[in-house]
């Protein structure tokens, strides 16, 4: 059975991404001219300090440099969290969107898309989520729930008029 670099790199630092107390969401190796690019994606319930992501390419830097798993050619090693846009592909992803507001991409049975929708996440469980759908030209907002097997994609709407938590509770 052959595995892949990216397989190969996944097993050797998920225990030292998990050690950090981050989930290794994603491992992109491609190439930058005569050079490999390899970019870790990291990310936890809390967000990604800057400070985490240096300590973490520090320590993955030394192990890569102590295995032979990036081969003989120079590399560029970044270590970042996910960007607010990035797509919703796992529990967890919807789990740490909760109150944010996201683009549904719908399916129908047969797998094709059958329209959007944009809604806020209120809740979410292991068979779909509860979503607050906003109202169009001053109708009140409605709930509308929605099962994981009806999302074909979504992805987090960046908000720039969006009320802290903290502005709420005060």
């Given amino acids: 059975m052959s595995t892949t670099q990216s397989d190969r790199l996944r097993e050797l630092l998920e225990p030292l991404v998990a050690a950090q107390g981050l989930d290794l969401e994603d491992i992109e ?22 400070d985490a992501c240096a300590e973490l390419s520090r320590v993955i830097g030394e192990k890569l440099d102590e295995t032979d798993a990036m081969g003989d ?3 560029v090693l970044e270590v970042s969290s996910p960007g607010a846009d ?13 109150g944010r507001l996201v683009k549904f991409q719908l399916s129908t049975e047969g797998g094709k ?3 959007e929708l944009i809604a806020r996440i209120l809740g979410v469980d292991d068979e779909g989520l509860d979503l607050e759908v ?10 509308r729930r929605l099962a994981f097997t009806d999302v074909a994609k979504a992805r987090v709407e960046i908000e720039f008029n969006r009320k802290d938590k903290k502005e709420e509770e005060a």
């Fill in 29 to 50: 190796l491609s190439r930058a001219g005569k050079r490999r690019m390899l970019r870790i994606i990291v990310d936890s319930d809390e967000g990604v300090e800057l």
């Fill in 113 to 115: 898309a059958a329209g």
């Fill in 134 to 143: 906003p109202g169009v030209k001053g109708r009140k907002a409605t709930a």
């Fill in 73 to 75: 050619g120079e590399y």
């Fill in 86 to 98: 990035r797509p919703l592909t796992q529990h967890r992803h919807y789990v740490r969107a909760t």
